[in-house]
C-alpha cells in the first residue's frame, strides 16, 4: 500500500506498508508537490502528478523503484487554475483529473502517453455534486466517482457517485440523469454491516478515539487519560487567544443539526485559566470558564470572527458561577440554518442559555478547511498550574430548524 501527502510548509512523503492497518512507514521526497497525485503502473514506475492553482501547470516527477527519490521532471499539461492532480488507466488512455478552485470544477484530461499530449473536457462542479475527485473501479467491471463538495459551514463533504463511459469518456451519474452525482442512490458494495463513525467519548480508554484530533500539534505534557482515570486530563497551555491556544481537543461537526454536551470538573482551575467548550471554525463561539483569585470562577460567552487581518472576539455575556463540582456546557450546531447556541448547567437537567444564537461559516482562507468544529481547549496567558478534568462528551442528533428553548 502507498500513500502520497504534503503538508503544509514540508517536503512530500510517500507512505507504504504492508497491512494498510500499519505499521507505516515514508520516505521523504528532496521536493514538495503540491496536492501529489502517485500513479503506480503495472510494471511498478511510479510518477506523482502535481499542480498549483496559482500556475496551472501540471508536471510529472518520475519516481525511483523504492519512491524515495525524483529522479526527472517534466511538464505535461496546463489548465488555467487547476490543482488536486490524480491519475488514473483504463484501456489505451491514461485519464487526468483536476480541480478547478477558481470556479470550484473538475476536468477530465485523456492521453494515451503519460507525457501527453492531453485533451480535456469539464466534468461536474460543485452545482452538480463537487470539484475534486477521480474515480475507482470495482472487480466486476463497474466504476464509481468520488469527489468533495464544499457544503457551506459544514465544510467539505465527499460525494459517492456512479459513472459510465461513453466514447472513452468518463460520464459521471446515471443515463437516466447524466453529468450530475445523484442525491440518492445504492452503495457500490451491499449487505456489509452499518459501520456508525465514534462520535461520544466517556475516556475510559488509554488512547484517544479517532473521532478526537487536536488543532495544533499537541503538547504532550499538558494533557493525560492517565493521571485521573476515566476522565481527559487538559492543562493549559500558553497562548493569547482561543485561536492560537494547542491542545484544543476537536471533532467534525455533524449535521444536518447535532448537540455536542460535555461535563467538566473545574475546581482546579487557577487564577488566569481560560477553559471551555463550543464551535471552531470562521466563526468561533464558546463559553469560557475564567479562573479567579479565592476559587472564584465566571462564564464568559464569547464569539471569534477569523478575518485576513485577524481574530476579531466579541465578549457576549459574563456571568459568575456558584462554586460548584461539576459543570456541564453544550453546543448545538444547526447546518440547514448556519446558526449555533451555547448554554450552561450545574445539574445536567436545567440549562441556561447564554449569549444568544451566532453565524457558522466555511471559509478556507480564514476558517479551517474542515469546517465548523466542535472545540474543546483549555489555556491561559502566562505558565499555569491548574487544570480541567472532563468526565465525557456526548454527540446527539436534533431536529434541524427547530431550536430548542433553552431555560
Not at 496546463?78 to 490543482?83: L, Q, T, V
Not at 451519474?173 to 456489509?192: D, H, N, Q, S, Y
Request: hydrophobic share 35%; glycine share 12%; aromatic share 12%.
Amino acid at each position: 500500500y502507498y500513500l502520497a501527502n504534503t503538508p503544509v510548509g514540508q517536503k512530500t512523503r510517500i507512505w507504504y506498508a504492508k497491512d494498510v492497518r500499519g505499521p507505516w512507514r515514508y520516505h521523504e521526497l528532496e521536493r514538495e508537490a503540491f496536492d501529489p497525485g502517485l500513479f503506480i503502473e503495472p510494471d511498478g514506475r511510479a510518477y506523482l502528478a502535481t499542480a498549483s492553482t496559482a500556475d496551472g501547470t501540471i508536471t510529472l516527477l518520475t519516481l525511483d523503484k523504492d519512491l524515495a527519490h525524483v529522479t526527472a521532471s517534466q511538464k505535461v499539461h496546463y489548465i488555467k487554475g487547476a490543482e488536486g492532480s490524480k491519475i488514473i488507466r483504463r484501456g489505451a488512455y491514461y485519464y487526468l483529473f483536476n480541480a478547478l478552485p477558481p470556479r470550484l470544477g473538475l476536468t477530465v484530461s485523456r492521453s494515451r502517453s503519460l507525457f501527453g499530449p492531453w485533451e480535456t473536457r469539464d466534468q461536474i462542479d460543485d452545482k452538480t455534486g463537487g470539484h475534486q475527485g477521480a474515480l475507482v473501479d470495482l472487480p466486476d467491471g463497474r466504476w464509481f466517482g468520488f469527489v468533495m463538495e464544499d457544503s457551506g459551514a459544514i465544510g467539505r463533504m465527499t460525494n459517492l457517485s456512479p459513472v459510465f463511459w461513453q466514447d472513452d469518456w468518463p460520464v459521471w451519474g446515471t443515463r437516466e440523469a447524466p453529468g450530475r452525482v445523484p442525491r440518492r442512490a445504492a452503495k457500490p458494495i451491499l449487505g456489509g454491516a452499518f459501520a456508525e463513525p465514534a462520535t461520544s467519548d466517556d475516556f475510559g480508554k488509554p488512547t484517544l478515539g479517532l473521532q478526537w484530533q487536536w488543532n495544533h500539534n499537541p503538547e504532550p505534557s499538558r494533557w493525560s487519560l492517565s493521571e485521573r482515570p476515566g476522565w481527559l486530563r487538559l492543562k493549559p497551555t500558553v497562548a493569547t487567544g482561543f485561536w492560537r491556544a494547542r491542545n484544543t481537543l476537536v471533532q467534525k461537526g455533524q449535521g444536518p443539526a447535532s448537540r455536542a454536551e460535555v461535563k467538566l470538573d473545574i475546581r482546579h482551575l487557577a487564577p488566569g485559566d481560560r477553559c471551555g467548550f463550543g464551535t471552531l471554525g470562521q466563526f468561533s463561539g464558546n463559553i469560557t470558564v475564567q479562573g479567579a483569585a479565592g476559587g472564584k470562577v465566571t462564564l464568559a460567552m464569547e464569539v471569534t470572527e477569523d478575518t485576513v487581518a485577524g481574530a476579531r472576539t466579541e465578549v457576549r455575556a459574563t456571568v459568575p458561577l456558584p462554586r460548584t463540582e461539576a459543570l456541564w456546557l453544550r453546543t448545538d450546531m444547526d447546518f440547514t440554518t448556519d446558526r449555533a447556541r451555547v448554554a450552561y448547567s450545574v445539574d445536567g437537567r436545567r440549562w441556561t442559555g447564554l449569549g444568544g444564537d451566532f453565524p457558522l461559516a466555511f471559509a478556507w482562507r480564514t476558517g479551517t478547511f474542515q469546517g465548523e468544529q466542535i472545540a474543546l481547549f483549555c489555556y491561559a496567558p502566562t505558565g499555569s498550574r491548574g487544570w480541567l478534568d472532563v468526565d465525557r462528551f456526548t454527540l446527539s442528533a436534533l431536529p434541524p430548524g427547530k431550536p430548542e428553548r433553552v431555560r
